[in-house]
Protein backbone atom coordinates (compact mmCIF):
# COMPACT_ATOMS: atom_id res chain seq x y z
CA UNK A 1 0.00 0.00 0.00
CA UNK A 2 1.03 3.66 -1.07
CA UNK A 3 2.06 5.94 1.57
CA UNK A 4 -1.42 8.78 2.11
CA UNK A 5 -1.93 11.12 4.25
CA UNK A 6 -4.94 13.14 5.14
CA UNK A 7 -5.01 16.93 5.23
CA UNK A 8 -6.45 20.16 5.67
CA UNK A 9 -6.24 23.55 3.98
CA UNK A 10 -9.04 26.22 2.87
CA UNK A 11 -11.75 24.70 5.47
CA UNK A 12 -11.94 20.89 3.56
CA UNK A 13 -10.14 17.59 4.18
CA UNK A 14 -8.18 15.94 1.28
CA UNK A 15 -6.95 12.25 1.00
CA UNK A 16 -3.37 12.79 -1.05
CA UNK A 17 -0.62 10.16 -2.29
CA UNK A 18 2.48 11.14 -3.67
CA UNK A 19 2.12 12.54 -7.29
CA UNK A 20 -1.58 13.30 -6.78
CA UNK A 21 -2.92 16.36 -8.54
CA UNK A 22 -6.01 18.41 -6.69
CA UNK A 23 -7.45 21.43 -6.94
CA UNK A 24 -7.65 23.10 -3.58
CA UNK A 25 -8.61 26.83 -2.18
CA UNK A 26 -6.52 29.53 -3.08
CA UNK A 27 -2.73 30.14 -1.43
CA UNK A 28 -0.54 32.50 -1.72
CA UNK A 29 1.76 31.32 -3.75
CA UNK A 30 4.09 31.61 -7.05
CA UNK A 31 3.75 28.60 -9.45
CA UNK A 32 6.83 26.45 -9.35
CA UNK A 33 7.11 26.93 -5.44
CA UNK A 34 6.90 23.99 -2.90
CA UNK A 35 4.33 24.62 -0.33
CA UNK A 36 4.48 22.67 3.21
CA UNK A 37 1.17 21.43 4.58
CA UNK A 38 1.16 21.05 8.53
CA UNK A 39 -1.96 20.39 8.68
CA UNK A 40 -1.94 16.77 9.02
CA UNK A 41 -5.21 15.32 10.37
CA UNK A 42 -3.79 11.58 9.46
CA UNK A 43 -0.50 10.23 7.87
CA UNK A 44 0.31 6.29 7.21
CA UNK A 45 3.51 4.92 5.85
CA UNK A 46 2.09 1.77 4.03
CA UNK A 47 2.15 -1.04 6.71
CA UNK A 48 1.11 1.52 9.99
CA UNK A 49 -1.45 4.16 10.32
CA UNK A 50 -0.82 7.52 12.70
CA UNK A 51 -3.87 9.44 13.37
CA UNK A 52 -3.89 12.85 15.45
CA UNK A 53 -5.64 14.42 18.06
CA UNK A 54 -6.59 16.42 16.04
CA UNK A 55 -3.13 16.60 14.09
CA UNK A 56 -0.17 14.58 13.59
CA UNK A 57 2.89 16.06 15.58
CA UNK A 58 6.40 16.24 12.92
CA UNK A 59 4.38 15.54 9.56
CA UNK A 60 3.89 17.56 6.67
CA UNK A 61 3.11 17.34 3.19
CA UNK A 62 4.82 19.17 0.67
CA UNK A 63 3.14 20.52 -2.26
CA UNK A 64 3.93 21.95 -5.47
CA UNK A 65 2.08 25.06 -7.42
CA UNK A 66 1.26 24.16 -11.18
CA UNK A 67 -0.79 27.11 -11.27
CA UNK A 68 -3.48 29.60 -10.34
CA UNK A 69 -7.60 29.82 -11.72
CA UNK A 70 -11.16 30.16 -11.62
CA UNK A 71 -14.07 26.97 -11.35
CA UNK A 72 -17.35 27.40 -13.85
CA UNK A 73 -19.43 29.96 -12.80
CA UNK A 74 -21.88 28.76 -10.11
CA UNK A 75 -25.54 30.87 -11.03
CA UNK A 76 -27.65 31.85 -7.82
CA UNK A 77 -31.27 32.96 -8.88
CA UNK A 78 -34.01 33.68 -6.59
CA UNK A 79 -37.27 34.38 -7.46
CA UNK A 80 -40.81 35.27 -5.50
CA UNK A 81 -43.86 34.90 -7.44
CA UNK A 82 -46.43 37.62 -8.44
CA UNK A 83 -44.24 39.98 -6.91
CA UNK A 84 -42.10 40.85 -9.46
CA UNK A 85 -38.66 40.19 -7.43
CA UNK A 86 -35.76 38.08 -9.27
CA UNK A 87 -32.37 38.49 -8.01
CA UNK A 88 -29.70 36.51 -10.27
CA UNK A 89 -25.98 36.16 -8.92
CA UNK A 90 -22.41 34.76 -10.65
CA UNK A 91 -19.87 33.57 -8.70
CA UNK A 92 -16.91 31.77 -9.52
CA UNK A 93 -14.60 30.32 -6.96
CA UNK A 94 -10.45 30.72 -6.67
CA UNK A 95 -8.77 27.67 -6.67
CA UNK A 96 -4.94 26.53 -6.77
CA UNK A 97 -3.98 23.06 -8.67
CA UNK A 98 -1.30 21.09 -6.88
CA UNK A 99 0.81 18.49 -6.91
CA UNK A 100 1.84 16.15 -3.56
CA UNK A 101 5.64 15.94 -3.65
CA UNK A 102 5.94 14.08 -0.54
CA UNK A 103 4.34 12.87 2.83
CA UNK A 104 6.75 13.25 5.56
CA UNK A 105 6.24 11.58 9.26
CA UNK A 106 9.28 12.33 11.34
Given at each position: MKPYAVIETGGKQY??????RLDIEKIDA???Q???ISNVLAVSDGTRLTVGTPKVSNAEVMLEVLNHGRHRKVISYKKKRRKGYHRK???RQAFT????VAVRCN
Open positions: LVHDGDEPGTVAVGHRVRV
